[in-house]
């Protein structure tokens, strides 16, 4: 069994070219706002690692990125590849490369309306030269006829190597592919002038907690509830988990729904790596999983969802295909 290396950083340069109910929800709180490798060989394994952590590359040379391949666990992986094909598309370009008009082009080439690039917000820069690497795709959302994938990327641009982060790419089903219909970007907010002592112990706890650039960002906006910030404390003693999305990048309902998700209001959190296995790898252990579950459970999470339905009072544990790549961990204050 092979397993995801936290230190195995990829050599990047500007190379990439390109159902049932999303995250639950306590139904208790009405109104909710928000701005939004695997160990197996079917993808490539890129290090995620904490931002500001490596050195900066320097402004003539990009790192080389690899396209993102889906799990053979995949369920549906043809709509998850066709949103991170565009998402490559839109946050690659060459020198000279940046802008709106020029992202429509790439869109189009790709063979996606030139009009999505209008809402790609943050991924297009201003940088004369960039390289997107998707760190994980994971849905939000998976129905018959639409699904919401979210897209976690991390972006490299001249003298930059901490850019990035997740979209919201909304699909419906369509042959002989599926349509993208909107992005939504994530929206983290500006970092918080003072943060609890449970964010900064996360920031801090790069060897066991790993963030992607807009969770990051989240949690340096000091607008995730300790009650999460804690649990990933109480889980890292015992794993080390790679977080896809927190608050920023999700959507905003649980998906099909109009029950408000806990994510945006800063309440849960969903880990796709679990001590160097992904979750979705057919490879990595269940015991590995289901204990990771019963984990979440003990460390205060009221609603805890996954690939594995696990006996439970009430709604603690749950299951559907949108859960079957992550670990969901809500709380409900």
Same mark, same amino acid.
């Given at each position: 069994?092979?397993?995801?290396?936290?230190?195995? /950083?990829?050599?990047?340069? =500007?190379? /990439?070219? =390109?159902? /049932? =109910?999303?995250?639950?929800?306590?139904a208790r709180h009405p109104t909710a706002t928000a701005s939004s490798p695997p160990s197996s060989s079917a993808r490539p394994s890129p290090t995620l690692t904490h931002p500001g952590t490596r050195p900066s590359p320097s402004a003539?040379?990009?790192?080389?990125?690899? @396209?993102?391949? @889906?799990? @053979?666990?995949?369920?549906? @992986? %043809?709509?998850?590849?066709?949103?991170?094909?565009?998402? %490559?598309?839109?946050?690659?370009?060459?020198?000279?490369g940046q802008g709106v008009d020029a992202a429509r082009k790439r869109a189009a080439a790709a063979g996606y309306d030139p009009a999505l690039a209008d809402q790609a917000g943050g991924l297009l820069t201003g940088a004369p030269q960039a390289a997107v690497q998707v760190l994980e795709a994971q849905y939000g959302g998976i129905l018959s006829d639409s699904a919401s994938v979210l897209v976690v990327c991390r972006q490299y641009t001249p003298g930059n190597d901490t850019g990035g982060t997740t979209v919201d790419v909304r699909l419906s089903a369509a042959k002989p592919v599926w349509n993208v219909t909107a992005l939504h970007p994530a929206v983290p907010g500006p970092p918080a002038s003072s943060l609890s002592g449970a964010a900064r112990a996360v920031l801090a706890d790069v060897e066991a907690i790993t963030l992607p650039p807009a969770a990051h960002a989240d949690v340096l906006s000091g607008n995730v509830h300790d009650s999460a910030l804690n649990a990933m404390l109480t889980l890292a003693r015992s794993h080390r988990i790679m977080l896809s999305v927190v608050r920023s990048g999700h959507p905003i309902y649980v998906f099909g729904t109009n029950r408000p998700s806990d994510h945006p209001m800063g309440r849960a959190f969903d880990v796709w790596t679990i001590d160097g296995h992904a979750v979705i790898d057919p490879a990595t252990p269940r015991s590995l999983v289901e204990s990771f579950m019963r984990a979440a459970a003990a460390a205060g999470s009221y609603n805890v969802g996954g690939p594995y339905l696990l006996p439970g009072a009430g709604n603690q544990f749950f299951s559907d295909d949108t859960h079957h790549d992550h670990v969901h961990v809500g709380f409900d204050f």
């Open positions: 069994m092979t397993s995801i290396s936290r230190r195995g /950083v990829l050599a990047l340069g =500007a190379g /990439v070219v =390109a159902g /049932v =109910a999303g995250c639950t929800s306590s003539s040379a990009l790192h080389v990125t690899a @396209p993102w391949r @889906p799990s @053979p666990n995949d369920i549906q @992986p %043809e709509v998850k590849l066709r949103a991170v094909r565009l998402i %490559e598309a839109l946050g690659t370009w060459p020198l000279g």
